[in-house]
Structures are given as structure tokens and as C-alpha cells.
């Protein structure tokens, strides 16, 4: 994957862009200033039961314990919760943000102990005084964490619209119901999803170059092959029309199954209890 010049997207291998937009720079400080609020109650709530323990140690190691929660706090705890939930903290759970990678995949510990490590710098020592000026200046609001751990943030929400589902075109009705259609990769049917989304939008060139790479793609996992002189974009449609429709039957069938196993479950349990001495 690659990244758009402008920051708004993801570019697939395919050339098709996924909708996954940078959250903008007061979205992000307000999660952060959520993120520093539940910090510093974190951190005063521990620091007065340190200071409870410290009473009994010296001057030195009193400040040593002091400094060690006060790192575990600014730093470990943020490297923790941004890895288990994959970039989402208390304040981007409630703007709806998460931290992504460059090329849009979650992050993991070494993305999270970057950010965080920087991140006790310009946020803690510094006044977040870079931050602010990194995120300003950044076209996808990015502080110096994110530069250095090749990380950005992003609006979860709207990255989580669904795209329009794909109609199967009457000629083809057919033909896609007796078709064998295999599992296709997960890459392919977003990029099929994807494109047939933002074809009308497309150069005509363009579009019919893509249409035509992309069924060659998915005529690999389908046979028969379509009628002689079927558009390559009817095709990728009736594909997608196709899965969707027998992906909910089978859902249903495995719905209607689980209900009746349910019923047959309570109905024993009903007799057991009414043959029981």
C-alpha cells in the first residue's frame, strides 16, 4: 500500500483508494487533552499513595519512586493501552480517532513505545510546545510521534462508512445463480468493492483499465465464465451481488439452525426437570 499525496487516503496495490482520512488537528487535541486529564488524575491518585509509602525512606529514594511512577504513567501506561486496543485511548475512543500506520494498519508495541517515549518529550518536558507547532505545520496533524514512529491518526468513524453495496444486473441473474464462485481474497473484494464505488467518478480510460485488470483478478476464483461479451464492471457486480446474496442465506440457515437447537435444548431441559424424582 501506498499513501496519497494529500494525506486522505490509502492507495492499494490495485490503485484503488481507501477511504481513510486524517483526523484533523482540533479533533486531535481534544482527545489529547482528554488523554493528559485522565493522566493527571492517574498520576495524583498514585503519587499520593507513594507519598504515604516515601515517608519512611530517605530524601533520594522518595524522589526515585516519585520519578519512577511518574515515567510509568507518562509512558508506560499509554504504550500498554495503545497497543491492547490497537491505537484507540480513552480520548480517541470518545472522538471517534484511532492511530494507524502510515500504510493504514494497526500499530503495534514498537509504533506504541515510539509515540510514547517522544511523546514524554514534547508533551511532558517540553509543554507540548512541538507538538502543537509538529501538528500545525503537519498535513495530517502529526506531532513528533507520529513522524518518528511512522504513525498517524485517523477518523475511525468515518473510515467505517460502508461503501454502496453492488447490484446483480438482470442479465446476468442467470448466470451468477448457477455459477461456482470461490472464496476471494480479502484485498480483492475490498478493491472490487471499492472501485465500483468510485467508477462513475473515474476518467473513462482509467475506469476501463481498472475494470478489466480487476475481473481478470476474480475470473480466477469463478467458472463458468461469464456469457461472451459480458462488460468486465457487470461482471465485478454480479460477483459482488452474487457472494453478498448467498453470504446472508447462509447466515440465515445458520440462524434458523441455532434457534432450533435452542428450542430443542430448553425442551429437554423442560423434561429432565419434569422426570426428576
Not at 480513552?90 to 480517532?97: A, P, S
Amino acid at each position: 500500500m501506498a499513501m496519497t499525496s494529500g494525506g486522505a487516503g490509502v492507495v492499494t496495490g490495485e490503485a484503488v483508494l481507501l477511504d481513510i482520512r486524517a483526523a484533523s488537528f482540533a479533533s486531535r487535541a481534544v482527545s489529547g487533552a482528554i488523554d493528559l486529564a485522565v493522566a493527571g488524575i492517574a498520576l495524583f491518585a498514585m503519587l499520593f499513595v507513594v507519598a504515604g509509602l516515601a515517608s519512611s525512606l530517605d530524601e533520594a529514594a522518595a524522589s526515585a519512586l516519585m520519578l519512577v511512577v511518574f515515567v510509568a504513567v507518562a509512558v508506560g501506561v499509554p504504550v500498554v493501552v495503545e497497543t491492547l486496543t490497537r491505537g484507540r485511548t480513552l480520548g480517541k475512543l470518545v472522538m471517534g480517532l484511532r492511530t494507524v500506520r502510515d500504510d493504514g494498519g494497526p500499530i503495534r508495541l514498537r509504533h506504541a513505545v515510539v509515540r510514547a517515549l517522544v511523546g514524554f518529550v514534547e508533551l511532558y518536558l517540553l509543554m507540548g510546545v512541538p507538538a502543537l507547532i509538529c501538528s500545525l505545520l503537519s498535513p495530517r496533524s502529526q506531532r513528533l510521534g507520529d513522524l518518528a514512529a511512522g504513525t498517524y491518526v485517523v477518523r475511525e468513524r468515518a473510515a467505517r462508512q460502508a461503501s454502496a453495496m453492488a447490484h446483480l444486473p438482470p442479465h446476468l441473474a442467470g448466470w451468477a445463480h448457477t455459477v461456482d464462485i470461490g472464496r476471494l481474497p480479502d484485498a480483492l473484494a475490498l478493491s472490487v468493492r471499492q472501485f465500483l464505488s468510485r467508477a462513475p467518478g473515474m476518467h473513462a480510460g482509467a475506469r476501463d483499465a481498472m475494470a478489466r485488470q480487476l475481473a481478470q483478478a476474480v475470473s480466477a476464483h469463478v467458472a463458468p465464465a461469464p456469457p461472451a461479451g459480458t462488460h468486465p464492471e457487470d461482471f465485478l457486480a454480479a460477483v459482488l451481488a452474487e457472494r453478498r446474496r448467498r453470504d446472508l442465506e447462509r447466515l440465515a440457515r445458520e440462524e434458523h439452525a441455532r434457534r432450533r437447537l435452542a428450542a430443542v435444548d430448553s425442551v429437554d431441559a423442560a423434561l429432565a426437570r419434569v422426570r426428576r424424582p
